[in-house]
């Protein structure tokens, strides 16, 4: 059984590569698929989905919100999935950006980039609901010297606390990947 993960850029790749075998049960490989952006993923994702052969395949497919309406988002990657034939792929959202994730936990980001008393900053009031946050790669690049999109991936992918519910998206994708997993495994 595969999961095969459609992302918009590589910083989530390299964030999945470390998240991915902490939460998949054992029998459940994965594939992970970058793009060069989100309009390059929405031209491509049709053409992939049509031409994926593999048998016991399974789709997620995952971008950033940036400053779009996540529920128009969701509902026009949905109509491209349904339009190539995959009616049942998981779509997941990260609000914002990738990097609100990583501020629902700096606690995390904090043992990553040797940054001590960053986890008190969670206790600010702007850092405990990280989806609301205008631009969080900002905002970890103010709070963390030397912080850079793919280099921040690699370190806190498998750092992260999964059971971290500051970020709302994050959880959904942790739940929903974690449902589909158990979905595929029993099936």
Known sequence: MMLVFMLEELSMKVFLEGLLPRIL???????????????????SLPRKLRGWKAPDSYFVVVRDQDSGDCYKIKSRLRQICVEAGRPEVLI?????????????????????FCAGGLAD?????K????????SPSRELETLVKGYGKVKGARKL???????????TSF??????VQGLAAHVVSS
């Open 25 to 43: 049960p054992e029998g459940v490989s994965f594939t992970l698929i970058p793009h060069q952006g989100k309009s390059d993923l929405e031209k």
């Open 92 to 112: 997941r959202i990260a609000c914002r950006e990738l990097e609100a994730w990583f501020i629902g936990d700096l606690a995390a980001v904090g043992r990553a």
């Open 121 to 125: 900053q969670q206790k600010k009031r």
């Open 127 to 134: 850092y405990r609901t990280p989806d609301t946050l205008g």
């Open 157 to 167: 992918g498998p750092l992260i606390d999964m059971e971290n519910k500051r970020s």
């Open 171 to 176: 959880a959904a994708f942790i739940s929903g």
